[in-house]
């Protein structure tokens, strides 16, 4: 965290305008992948073929997004689902958005399914084999996946003929479980072929060309399984895309490819996945919007469509995946008056939601015409999901594997760790609330059917690490289920694959059973994340019920500190559109006087933070706002760090004039880069309103302050607290917040 010295200075203005092209788009969405009844493998290609569950799900959340924000038209853009995804179709639709692209238009090709690997004899790579996309008709004999080098060849003719080429791929090329306590639920890897693709080519890598026209952006490297999992509504998506979609409800349109990332990477993390997203491309692509549009070309506007009117209500094409909810209200205007004013009713799906009219004539709306949503909904979700694994053991067994544990730590065979933020295990041991598990290596193994130190020391080679997971007796389970019951913030999930933190059990430096909550996912390259991989621990005693209690209490005031931080990462504002407060967050090492672009500092530098009018702004005058920038730790805490607490709401104003020209970058704050090593999270919120007791608002320590601000932005403040919510209900749109996340690392 970086503390603070308010400062204040003049720049200029400098604005870009630019112009429109086509825009085009390719949406592939495959569940369906099992052979037809009766159909017997030849074990040409594949014996299995598992579904999916949400591929269908993400790629038309992808398609609202991209109509309601980026206002790519229906007619330009092609879907291709379960069976008509197969690979003739999927080749040809490729061979479609080629030729109707002209240079300097935008396309946009948007997959989601099975990834794998296809053996390539030929290949220079050491494990000779090809990353590949599935198609929905691999069962068939002879027909063959569409390898990475295919598909680069496909790629680089789109640059060849200047079209600016945006991929996203949420799909995974390994079937490794990857180490630690996990179990993975379904995940989007199949098989590898069974044939030899023997192709020694070696095309461009595109997202390496000079031309800097191609992005690629991919849910996994190659090395990791990319998941799914449940969204907020209970409805299948890939992990990756539900990160996305959300960071897309977040971020401006304009916002950098660069940022977006980030807030996507942050987003997958604090949903408890380990998986680590890939971005393609050269710098100067990131810097430049998801698609490559100009910035300042789009506003923020949140378009509907109207789809159709059934029985007096008005079915809308938006849902779910454009974060509407009930009682949003969307309007249809002309130059001067509201003609329609609606509010929704119901949100039905990913990208249907039904309204009534409540202003004006039902007659005056037709299929096709676009809807401006017009005010500010909070969801409903919970802020912390959270895995308690059935807990039926006696006391004496707990006291049992305790002391198990203890001669495992004891062992010098073995690595024996607890810390899972800093050692990945080599050997985890685990228990799912029906049965002990064990990963070995990446690897799912039978566990012995007698636990025993003996019997565990056989599952690890020597000097590896181990990680023995204890299980929470029937009394401790029963107790923090009761307590967290109590907050509607957080979620008992039945499925540790939904959960973003799960119950974990260990030893303290006596033997005694203890307790804390660790991510669903764990990995220790993640130390530095916003969310931590794992919180202290609390000795139980598991034989007095004061003391069981006392557990459940402070995993419970655990949770709530852990909510408090996701609620603020996940929390998405009002859409603006041309109301927008078109300034974003800068750093600057005063050492060198450089911008920092890749969101990391290190103990000791000195850092200064602007704030600074986005790139091709012209969208005329900026309504004055009011700015304040605040931090939460990882412990919950959030921590004023402008304006100065005693200066009032005074210098705080934004935009800033010098002689009636618009200032478009103002310092805020500078200070030096302190322990503890991690995610810092800075937030700016920037009211039409000032926030009259802000100092005591802002600075809150862990999640018992109740304060309230007087106002409904006060009260969205004490989001994560003990007596807050996720939001205040609705309200006009009348704030933005923007956020900075950066890591602090030593030298």
């Known amino acids: 965290m970086v503390k603070k010295t308010l400062l204040f200075t003049l720049g200029a203005l400098f604005c870009l305008n630019c112009l429109a092209q086509e825009k085009r788009a390719l949406l592939i969405g495959i569940d369906k992948y099992e052979a037809p009844a009766g159909y017997k ?82 290949s220079p790579e050491s494990d000779k084999k090809d990353e590949s996309m599935v198609p929905s008709d691999t069962w068939q ?40 306590p996990i179990e993975p639920g379904k995940f989007r890897f199949i098989e590898d072929a069974k044939y030899d693709a023997k192709d020694a080519s070696k095309p461009a890598i595109p997202e390496d060309r000079k031309e800097g026209t191609f992005l690629i952006m991919s849910a996994a490297m190659d090395n990791e399984y990319a998941q799914e999992q449940m969204d907020e509504h209970q409805m299948p998506h890939g992990a990756f895309t539900i990160a996305l979609t959300q960071a897309l409800e977040q971020q401006s349109v304009n916002a950098s490819v660069a940022n977006l990332f980030t807030s996507i990477r942050a987003i997958l993390k604090s949903n408890g996945k380990k998986q680590e997203p890939v971005l393609g491309g050269l710098p100067e692509r990131q810097q430049q919007t998801l698609f490559g549009f100009e910035k300042g070309s789009l506003t923020d506007k949140s378009m509907v469509a109207v789809s159709g009117i059934e029985n007096g209500k008005v079915m809308l094409q938006g849902g779910f995946a454009l974060g509407l909810y009930k009682e949003n209200e969307l309007v249809k205007v002309t130059n001067k008056d509201t003609i329609v004013k609606l509010v929704i009713d119901s949100v039905i799906s990913v990208n249907r939601s039904i309204a009534s009219v409540i202003k004006g004539n039902i007659k005056d709306l037709k299929p096709g015409e676009l809807l401006e949503v017009t005010n500010w909904v909070s969801s409903s979700a919970p802020l912390l999901k959270v895995y308690i694994p059935t807990g039926n053991m006696s006391n004496a067994e707990i006291t049992r594997l305790a002391g198990l544990n203890k001669e495992l730590r004891q062992s010098s065979q073995i690595k024996w760790i607890n810390n899972l933020e800093k050692t990945d295990p080599y050997t985890s041991v685990y228990h799912n609330g029906t049965k002990f598990m064990v990963n070995v290596d990446g690897k799912a193994i039978a566990a012995p059917a007698n636990l025993t ?78 969310m931590p991989i794992q919180t202290k621990y609390f000795v139980s005693d598991n034989n007095d019920g004061d003391g069981v209690k006392a557990v459940a209490d402070k995993l419970y005031e655990t949770a709530m500190r852990l909510a408090k931080i996701r609620g603020w990462q996940q929390l998405a504002g009002p859409k603006e559109g041309d109301k927008s407060f078109p300034f974003h967050l800068e750093l600057t090492n005063n050492a060198t006087d450089k911008l920092i672009t890749n969101n990391e500092y290190y103990l000791g530098d000195n850092i200064s933070y602007h704030l600074v009018l986005n790139k091709g702004y012209d969208h005329g005058a900026i309504l004055k706002r009011y700015v304040y920038v605040f931090v939460i730790d990882k412990d919950g805490n959030m921590i004023l760090a402008y304006p100065d607490p005693n200066a009032g709401n005074r210098d705080n104003q934004f935009p800033k004039y010098d ?89």
């Open 141 to 180: 004999q002879g027909v063959e996946d569409i390898r990475d080098k295919e598909l680069a060849k496909i790629y680089n003719r789109f640059v060849d003929k200047g079209v600016k080429l945006t991929v996203i791929m949420d799909c995974c090329h390994s079937g490794s479980l990857s180490r630690g």
């Open 659 to 747: 002689n009636n020209i618009l200032v478009n970058k103002v310092p805020l704050l500078d200070g030096s880069v302190e322990p503890p090593l991690g995610t810092d999270n800075y937030y700016l919120l920037a009211s039409d309103e000032p926030i009259t007791n802000y100092a005591l608002l802002f600075n809150q320590e862990g999640v018992r302050s109740a304060a309230r601000g007087g106002n409904p932005l006060g009260n969205l403040l004490n989001m994560g607290n003990e007596e807050g919510t996720r939001g205040f209900g609705k309200s006009v749109s009348n704030w933005s917040l923007i956020r900075l996340a950066v890591k602090s690392k030593s030298r």
């Open 453 to 530: 130190t003996a019997s565990l020391l056989q599952l690890s080679k020597k000097d590896s690490s181990f990680y023995f997971e204890l299980p929470a007796s029937k009394d401790l389970t029963t107790a923090i289920k009761e307590k967290f019951s109590e907050n509607k913030s957080f979620s008992l999930t039945t499925n540790a694959s939904d959960a973003q933190y799960i119950l974990y059990g260990t030893i303290d430096e006596e033997g005694k059973p203890a307790y804390g909550l660790r991510r669903a996912q764990t990995s220790a390259r993640d130390s530095l994340e916003s």
């Open 41 to 122: 493998p030849t074990g040409i290609n594949r014996s299995q073929f598992g579904n999916l569950d949400g591929c269908v799900n993400d790629a038309m959340s992808i398609y609202s997004i991209i109509t309601s924000k980026f206002q790519f038209s229906e007619k330009n853009i092609d879907t291709l689902y379960n069976k008509a995804a197969g690979r003739a179709m999927i080749l040809k639709k490729f061979e479609d958005l080629l030729e109707k692209s002209k240079p300097n238009d935008f396309a946009f090709i948007y997959y989601a399914g099975h990834g794998s690997q296809v053996p390539n004899s030929l």
